[in-house]
Nanobody, 114 residues
């Protein structure tokens, strides 16, 4: 059984920073692509960052501001969020994907005020 649990969401001011974490359990190998998704209120869930091995990619809206990383030895994945904007507000989900399955965490709320 694979489980992903996000943490680190909070209320922050515009221009502030947060680091989201995703604790992964139940994976027996490192063949999963790890991703962060963002869902704004009333909108579809959209990918913001992904990492496969050490190769990363980002949505244009977060390039230069967010950094995705993973530490497989600690079963952790991170999203460093800098220079936060009000439009970054929403629920952030971590996802693990391999050739046959997708696994999602329950999400963590990020609110950027003003």
């Amino acid at each position: 059984q694979v489980q992903l649990v996000e943490s680190g969401g909070a209320l922050v001011q515009p221009g502030g920073s947060l680091r989201l974490s995703c604790l992964v359990s139940g994976l027996l190998d490192s063949h999963y692509v790890m991703s962060w998704y963002h869902q704004s209120p009333g909108k579809e869930r959209e990918p913001v960052a992904g990492i496969s091995g050490h190769v990363t990619n980002y949505a244009d809206s977060v390039k230069g501001r967010f950094i995705i990383s993973r530490d497989d030895a600690k079963n952790m994945m991170y999203l460093q969020m800098n220079n936060l904007k009000p439009e970054d507000t929403g629920v952030y989900y971590c996802k693990a994907t391999n050739f046959a399955a997708q696994f999602w965490g329950p999400g963590t709320q990020v609110t950027v005020s003003s």
